[in-house]
Structure formats: C-alpha cells, structure tokens
C-alpha cells in the first residue's frame, strides 16, 4: 500500500482556510527550510524566491500561518523571535547561551503536556513549553580552547 501523497504548500494554506499567495508559498518553505530562522532570514529568503516583499508583508504572513498553526513561533528570552516548520508535536527547544543557535529537543516523556502542572489553578492545560539552555558544542569548544 503506498502512503497518500503529501500535499503542496498551496494546498495546506487552502486547507488552513488562507488564501494563496507566492509569497505565502515562499514564505512557508522558507520557514520550513530553515532553522530556526529570524524575521530578516526570512525575509531574504522569500525575497531570494520571489523578488522584492515588505518586512510589513512578511510580519503579516507569519502571523496568519502562526495563527492557522502551519508554523510555530518561540521567543527565548532575551532574543527576537524564531518561527519553525515543526508543529503539531510536543516537542522543545535548546538556546545556546552565547551564538543563540536554537535547536529542537524531543519531549522526554509522555503526551503533550509532558509536564504535569502541582497546580494547574483551573487552567485547562494543553501544553507544556521547556527551554534549555547552555552552550552549543562551537560555543562549548571555543571557551575550553
């Protein structure tokens, strides 16, 4: 039996009821693509798909596939926003302390939340965000040197 297959940009953001745009498209795999990335990262990389796009127009977009849930922004303190692909997990993210490189942690255990609020004071929790922090291995050996 062959697996469905996966379906285009243009048919997930109809499906998250947004219209389509090549900026849009550009946008999205561009998150997708990416690390991790900043909003001018983003930016150069639509523009690096499509030509010229406003920062205004790319806040905008990433706030409408923010919201539709086809991508997902993190904000460690102290640093601007970082947008990804990955969503629809429970999963969470390492800050280097120094670079800012972030990258994703898998939930040790359990379901989304994996963790488990003493008092949850009658939120309805559904999920549990954990940031860990510390030094990337380029950040850890540069000081050991």
Known sequence: MTASPRPTTAEELRGAGLRVTAARVALLETVRDGDHLGVEAI???VR???GHISLQAV???LHALTAAGLVRR???AGHPARF???VGDNHHHIVCRSCGTVADVDCAVGEAPCLTAADHRGFAIDEAE???WGL????STGRSS
């Open 130 to 132: 954990v940031v860990y």
């Open 136 to 139: 990337c291995p380029d950040c």
């Open 59 to 61: 806040y905008e977009a």
């Open 74 to 76: 993190i904000e460690p």
């Open 48 to 50: 690096d798909r499509v």
């Open 43 to 45: 930016a150069a990389g």
């Open 84 to 86: 990804e692909g990955r």
